[in-house]
């Protein structure tokens, strides 16, 4: 059942529970004034009364103990409404009796019984609903003591409830001792004030108003009640005297002791609100200028923020933020004043030589109201500032100003070097993460260019009887620019490039694809290795910028001639192996590296060669990453190694060279994973 | 890491570089070199006796002065090279755009030579 359906069966239940207490109570009075011997036995008002608190409880329970949405003065709210709603009815039924006039009816006992019970039923009413609400009051901040206090108190008020009832006979001592007890409690309970100090200022006022109220219709209904009983009982004492409920003067007593301390607190609070309000608010910017970290876009907003807090917080009448930016040039924020006079304050203070102002340190609270005066028209007599630092280094100053000579006292001062001090981890923060994003950013375009590299190295190379080649190539976290390719020009002639772009990351990948494009396209029109590069320096001349440059070694391999041409455009010397004589060299001859000469004299430049090759002879194709790789000592692979290990398995094939050249880098290296780009491509003529 | 250490001798402006030579520390030898020709120097000597090492980039930096310097009519002298440092430049070609000496004497003397 929702809570809606338990509110509804709990009001049907007051309303049947009251309505049988109503005509138990008439007949039984009606019978009493009669002489007769009633047929309803005496204890089903009392019974029913019991039954009608019960089902009021519940219902007031569900309706505001639960509700979940009700602020403070909300409750005291709920407690006023249905105060006025039973004042009104009550005071309706007044009007009905004053119209009745001198009619023998409101004269009549039974009639006196009728409005007494109304008026009971809604006292009753009111009197639970208020005390549910300051049970909510009561147990707002929530400990296991107060709960436990609580819970004793409800069962002792529970247990006069039923012991009303019932009149269950207790020894006199043990039935007062009892109530002290319930006194005790009920005051011990009323001690809990803790919410009055969340009311704002407003608000405060709102309750007290409220409270007045509350005690008005208390009184009111005591009052009614308590007239009308005394008019009954003067002639039948057989009718439901509330008084006689030790429950309902309990009840009473507990509403109206809670809403004396509370009104009494709010009022001695009254004055001191302003300032818990403040202090208050300086939480709150205080963690705003901590927050606006996460949730601001720029550093401009936290600037904003704590200019704003601090103001507020201390009560400036003008304020001014500056923060240095790079190249010296400052921005200012202000507050209430021109940049101008801004400026002239903060040269008349650094012209004055006035310590303790600008800089950090010293008594910030000291009267500096004449050396403020001193300043033509300057309406400010007292100046708090502080320097903003990120990482130790100072970003700006704050200052604050007031018209008043000593106006910020110690305690304005920590706060606002806190609220400085946390502006200062805020900026150094998103500065912080600016940096990481940018890391990130960068890293992502690394991938970016790695995926790029990867894919413009081929797939295949192209294969050709007269030979066998495998080709490796690995790079570095930083991604550089190693490429090597092969092109089959026509049925006996296959060209091979090795190249490597300087520089690293995106650029490196970049010019690598153009080197790419080259190949490709001048490759096929069968030049010579010479004019190949002197053409490709022509087409990279206007691609790479200051500074860049791409090495490379061409060779275009001529299968029916069994003759290669090669030229050698900067690229580490390539290792060739004759098998004949058992011999090996560098192919050193002469040439510069593309892009290095941008006029048409790069011919001048660059040599080519051509040689024959016989079955048996290795040529091993690499990049500086190999000869250069270093040991733990910090010596290099270097040519002689590499010679040495090509020495090592001439008589493998290619794929097994060049496993085993790697291998013997990485046992050099002795890590898997050197740190640079490295690549090789060998070439075994069958 | 590097250093590096400016020097005016006799109207020459004595560039040494000591330590080795990457893609960042190649940006300072760059900025010497810009400020050397920035403050009107027609001949440059750069010491490389204690230069250890330099990568494709520090080789860059001395490749995109050649032309500027041949508009301006700068000379630069390089002088003192150790065998690896040498190579390097050599494998790239860029022996034959510089003009490379071994001893200082040698340097002072050609680049005089040359801006005659």
């Not at chain 1, 009816?105 to 007494?116: A, E, K, S, T």
């Not at chain 1, 107060?146 to 409800?154: G, Y």
């Not at chain 1, 200051?546 to 003759?563: E, L, P, V, W």
Request: net charge negative; with cysteine.
């Amino acid at each position: 059942m929702g809570n809606k359906g338990i509110i509804r069966l709990t009001s049907l239940g007051a309303a049947i529970a009251w309505i049988i207490l109503f005509f138990s109570d008439l007949t039984i009075l009606f019978s009493d004034t009669k002489g007769l011997a009633s047929d309803i036995p005496l204890w089903v008002p009392r019974v029913m009364l019991d039954l009608y608190v019960i089902f009021l409880y519940y219902h007031y329970k569900f309706r505001i103990e639960k509700d979940e949405n009700l602020s403070f003065t909300d409750l005291l709210w709920k407690v006023f409404a249905t105060g006025l709603i039973v004042t009104v009815v009550s005071l309706s039924l007044r009007l009905v009796i004053f119209l009745l006039g001198n009619t023998p009816l409101p004269g009549h006992i039974l009639f006196g019984d009728f409005v007494y019970l109304i008026n009971l039923g809604l006292f009753l009413s009111f009197l639970i609903a208020a005390y549910t609400c300051w049970k909510r009051l009561i147990v707002y901040h929530k400990s296991k003591w107060l709960i436990r206090t609580w819970r004793f108190f409800e069962f002792l008020l529970l247990f006069i409830l039923v012991y009303d009832s019932f009149q269950i006979v207790l020894n006199e001592g043990v039935f007062i001792a009892l109530n002290i007890i319930l006194a005790l409690v009920a005051l011990v309970l009323s001690a809990n004030m803790k919410w009055v100090a969340y009311l704002n200022f407003k608000q405060k006022w709102t309750s007290l108003l409220l409270l007045l109220l509350t005690f008005f219709y208390l009184g009111y209904f005591f009052y009614t009640v308590t007239r009308q009983s005394d008019i009954i009982s003067a002639e039948s004492t057989s009718f439901l005297d509330f008084r006689s409920h030790i429950f309902n003067i309990s009840l009473f007593g507990f509403v109206i002791m809670y809403s004396i301390f509370s009104f009494l607190v709010i009022m001695f609070n009254l004055p001191t609100s302003s300032v818990f309000e403040q202090k208050l608010e300086e939480v709150v910017n205080f963690q705003r200028i901590s927050q606006s970290i996460q949730t601001e876009q720029n550093e401009e907003s936290v600037y904003n923020i704590l200019l704003e807090s601090s103001v507020n917080s201390v009560f400036a009448d003008a304020a001014w933020l500056e923060i240095k930016g790079s190249n010296h040039e400052s921005r200012l924020f202000s507050y209430q004043i021109s940049e101008k006079d801004a400026l002239e304050i903060t040269n008349h203070i650094k012209t004055k030589n006035i310590k303790g102002v600008l800089d950090q340190g010293s008594d910030k609270t000291r009267n500096l109201s004449h050396y403020l005066a001193s300043i033509k028209g300057g309406r400010y007599r007292s100046v708090l500032a502080f320097p903003i630092l990120v990482k130790g280094e100072s970003i700006g100053t704050l200052a604050l100003l007031k018209e008043l000579p000593e106006g910020f006292t110690k305690e304005m001062t920590r706060i606002i070097s806190t609220f400085a001090n946390q502006a200062g981890i805020s900026i150094e923060n998103f500065r912080l993460m600016e940096e990481a994003f940018q890391t990130e950013r960068y890293k992502e375009e690394l991938k970016i260019a790695r995926t790029v590299q990867k894919s413009l190295l081929p797939q295949k190379l192209e294969q050709d009887p007269q030979y066998d080649i495998a080709a490796f190539s690995q790079s570095a976290d930083e991604v550089g620019g190693d490429y090597y390719d092969t092109l089959r020009i026509s049925d006996h002639e296959v060209a091979l490039i090795i190249a490597d772009v300087s520089g690293k990351g995106t650029t490196a990948a970049f010019h690598m694809s153009q080197m790419k494009g080259i190949f490709h396209s001048l490759a096929q029109h069968q030049l010579d290795p010479k004019e190949f590069m002197v053409r490709a320096n022509m087409a990279l001349k206007h691609c790479l910028e200051r500074g860049s440059f791409i090495s490379a070694t061409y060779f275009a391999i001529d299968t029916q001639a069994k003759k290669i041409r090669y030229a050698r455009a900067g690229h580490c010397p390539v290792l060739y192996y004759y098998a004949v004589t058992k011999s090996t060299e560098f192919l050193k001859d002469r040439g510069t590296a593309l892009g290095m000469i941008k006029t048409k004299e790069y011919g001048n430049f660059i040599d080519m060669n051509e040689f024959s090759y016989a079955p048996g002879d290795i040529m091993v194709l690499y990049t500086d990453g190999i000869t250069e790789a270093k040991d733990n000592k910090g010596e290099e692979f270097d040519y002689v190694r590499l010679e040495q290990t090509v020495i090592e398995v001439t008589d493998k094939s290619s794929r097994e060279i060049q496993e085993h050249l790697i291998k013997r880098l990485h046992d050099y290296s002795g890590t898997d994973e050197i740190n640079d780009d490295y690549t090789t491509m060998i070439v075994k003529f069958l | 890491m590097v250093h590096i250490k400016r020097l005016q001798e006799s109207g020459n402006d004595l560039i040494a570089i000591i330590g080795e030579i990457d893609a960042s520390s190649s940006i300072e030898l760059d900025l010497t070199i810009a400020k050397s020709v920035g403050e009107g120097f027609t001949k440059i000597l750069v010491d490389c006796s204690a230069l250890e090492y330099i990568s494709s980039a520090g080789l860059g930096v001395f490749m995109s002065y050649i032309e500027e310097f041949k508009d301006k009519n700068i000379q630069m002298v390089l002088f003192g090279m150790k065998g690896k440092v040498a190579n390097t430049f050599s494998i790239l070609g860029l022996a034959d755009l510089l003009h490379i000496c071994t001893s200082k004497e040698e340097a002072k003397r050609l680049v005089d030579e040359l801006s005659v």
